[in-house]
């Protein structure tokens, strides 16, 4: 491994140091961007409007930076560059749609901070110094379930055919894109775990030892953070345990923090307390809104969900389980964004910071 200007595990900890301690992340990107319009019926899902309408997805930014959020994902989830290939592009045009969904992110930033004027005072030092409240961009790596668009990152199947080095290869490139576009840290999200039938049963690990292996052999200069999903709060949805999953993901020294996303709310407890007892990194959460999605007929099913209300009632709990940044994932909204930054607020320590 290459030595990395900034050490990683400082990265995360000065900033929840200049969070104050919490760390909002962002809600459902790709729900967002249908909510506005957007049709996502596609392979490429969110990474679409890479193509089509990257206005859409600089605004849907704007909207989470604007609830309060202190790191935003890119829209690379679905984002591969065999993915592009398939629609006939290049591998160069697909290696610059993954920096330009990087690219998005940071404008949305950097508009949010010029144009905005949410600006917080450090009184801690000598003087008043003026500070923006931190943001970083995060570039999202989804799991080759999420390009297969089967919704087998929901289930971990991937097929026999698929090895830890098939799945090196697979990441490794685009990996090495993102880690170069100006992105803050790599966030590879929903990892599927505990797989059904035997033939795959290491999969899932051998997916999260994908990355792992690469952030070590490739010299990525940025750090990242591992998020799993969870169908019964208990194990991963490949049916690998949290357990060991974040216990890879301790070991790993680019990793500076671990948890869960798109997984029901009335899941997490359990998993928070599950994660903490085999890792010191920080613990980090966004959860989706409750409702299942059916994989077969492409939808969302509504029944299962929980409102902002309900789904921020659990914030307190999260905190004191230990998890620090907080963030919703699918179908959850700026509206719940800004309900989890006004519950968190009241938790971060004023004494450092003070929000206008
Ligand atoms: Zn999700």
């Not at 997805?57 to 909207?63: P, T």
């Not at 110094?129 to 390009?147: E, M, T």
């Not at 090895?163 to 290869?169: G, I, M, N, V």
């Amino acid at each position: 491994m290459g030595h990395n200007a900034v050490q990683p595990s400082t990265l995360m900890s000065d900033f929840l140091r200049q969070c104050g301690g919490y760390a909002v992340i962002d809600g459902g990107l790709a729900t967002e961007l249908e909510r506005h319009g957007a049709d996502l019926n596609d392979p490429l899902w969110s990474a679409k409007c890479l193509i089509s309408s990257p206005h859409l997805i600089r605004k849907v930014h704007l909207d989470y930076l604007e609830a309060g959020a202190n790191i935003i994902i890119s829209a690379s989830y679905q984002a591969t560059l065999q993915g592009f290939e398939a629609k006939g592009l290049s591998k160069e045009e697909g290696e610059a749609l993954l920096r330009r969904s990087v690219e998005i992110a940071c404008e949305a930033r950097e508009m949010y901070h010029n144009i905005g004027c949410k600006v917080s005072w450090d009184a801690t030092g000598n003087g008043e110094i003026l500070k923006q409240r931190p943001v970083l961009v995060a570039a999202s790596v989804g799991s080759y379930g999420a390009y297969l668009a089967d919704g087998s990152e929901y289930s971990g199947i991937y097929g026999d055919a698929v090895t830890l080095e098939a799945l090196k290869d697979f990441h490794r490139r685009r990996v090495q894109v993102l880690a170069e576009s100006g992105a803050d840290i790599i966030a590879f999200e929903t990892i599927p775990n505990k797989l059904e039938a035997k033939p795959y049963v290491l999969i899932s690990v051998g997916f999260l030892q994908a990355f792992a292996e690469i952030l070590d052999e490739e010299d990525i200069k940025i750090p990242a953070w591992f998020s799993f999903n969870s169908k019964d709060g208990v194990n991963v949805v490949s049916g690998d345990s949290i357990s060991e999953c974040a216990s890879i993901a301790d070991s790993c020294k680019q990793v500076v923090a671990v948890g869960i996303n798109c997984t029901p709310p009335r899941f997490i407890h359990g998993l928070i307390q599950a994660i903490g007892k085999v890792t010191t990194k920080p613990v980090l959460i966004y959860p989706n809104s409750g409702e299942t999605y059916d994989a077969e007929r492409k939808q969302w099913v509504q029944s299962a969900g929980v409102g902002d209300e309900d789904f921020v009632s659990y914030v307190g709990k999260w905190c004191e389980d230990g998890a620090c940044l907080i963030g919703g994932c699918c179908r959850t909204s700026p509206n719940t964004i800004r309900a989890i930054t006004k519950a968190l607020s009241s938790r971060s320590s004023s004494a450092t910071t003070i929000q206008f």
